[in-house]
């Protein structure tokens, strides 16, 4: 599965450039405007880096920063209008792994989170991760899924879903949420739409499909297997 980037801006217009020029170079992207909301993503460990706007209108951007930078070691790229040489220390300070300073050019700011990521990653080789004592393999570089040792003919949008809730096993995903993961956009369209996908690869899975995807009455749906150690 491509690598998640939680992009956190406040600005829609600079929220869905980044995020076109992020999907083109092949990542998954999750966009929000809120502090709030980047701090419970950064909380579930579902981004593999932030791009991350310091002057966020509810909560501090650096309370955000120090958020990803002790619960999880979240790499974070701080994308900022404020230039001040103290601001620049501060967020350095706090462990930010790069800095760009509005106005910013997209295709530099993609480099510099492809180059933060293969730092992070260079010690970690990807390789497929087993679910349920080896029912489910879901192979990230692939980007495919086995049942019971047969391959999974999936969608984009299945294969998304599947990575979402496989993502942080036993956490509620929201429709509204996978929707983001897998559409990598702040989709206007009704939530429930999400329904039918969910039904179609549970249907893939057979049997057993509603008891790997579970549904969590009036709030979304989660993987019901464990991550195999």
Same mark, same amino acid.
């Not at 076109?20 to 909301?37: D, M, N, Q």
């Not at 390789?127 to 192979?139: A, I, T």
């Given at each position: ?6 992009v956190?801006?406040?600005?829609? /217009? ?17 966009? *929000? ?18 791009v991350l ?7 501090? &951007?650096?309370?955000? =920063? ?17 230039? $001040?040489? $103290?601001? #620049?220390?501060? &967020? ?8 760009? *300073?509005?106005?910013? +050019?997209? *295709?530099?700011?993609?480099? #510099?989170? !492809?180059?933060?990521?293969? #730092?992070? @990653?260079s ?9 349920? !004592?080896?029912? =489910?393999?879901?192979? /990230? /570089?692939?980007?495919?899924?086995r049942?019971? %040792? $047969?391959? =999974?003919?999936? *969608? ?10 496989? +993502? ?11 929707? @983001?993961?897998?559409?990598?956009? $702040? ?8 329904? +039918?996908?969910?039904? @179609? ?6 049997? %057993? ?10 709030? %979304?749906?989660? =993987? &019901?297997?464990? #991550?195999?150690p």
């Open positions: 599965m491509a690598e998640t980037v939680l956190v801006e406040d600005e829609k /217009e600079i929220r869905e450039l980044l995020r076109r020029y992020l999907e083109r170079a092949g990542f998954t992207v999750l966009t *929000t405007g809120s502090g709030a909301h980047a701090l419970s993503v950064v909380a579930d460990g579902t981004a593999a880096l932030v706007d310091l002057g966020l209108p509810d909560v501090d &951007g650096i309370e955000v =920063l120090r958020a990803a930078r002790e619960s999880r070691r979240t790499p974070v790229v701080v994308l900022t209008a404020r230039g $001040e040489v $103290e601001d #620049r220390i501060r &967020g350095l300070g706090l462990g930010a792994d790069d800095y760009v *300073t509005k106005p910013f +050019s997209p *295709t530099e700011l993609v480099l #510099r989170v !492809q180059a933060v990521l293969h #730092r992070v @990653n010690a970690a080789p990807p390789g497929p991760v087993s679910f349920g !004592q080896g029912r =489910l393999l879901l192979d /990230e /570089e692939r980007r495919e899924a049942w019971d %040792g $047969e391959l =999974l003919e999936l *969608t984009p949008t299945e294969w998304g879903i599947l990575a979402a809730v496989a +993502s942080v096993p036993g956490r509620v995903y929201s429709r509204y949420e996978l929707i @983001n993961r897998v559409r990598g956009y $702040e989709f206007e369209g009704y939530e429930r739409t999400i329904d +039918s996908h969910v039904k @179609n690869l549970r249907h893939k899975l057979g049997p %057993g499909g509603p008891d790997v995807v579970r549904t969590v009455i009036g709030v %979304g749906y989660r =993987l &019901g297997l464990s #991550r195999d």
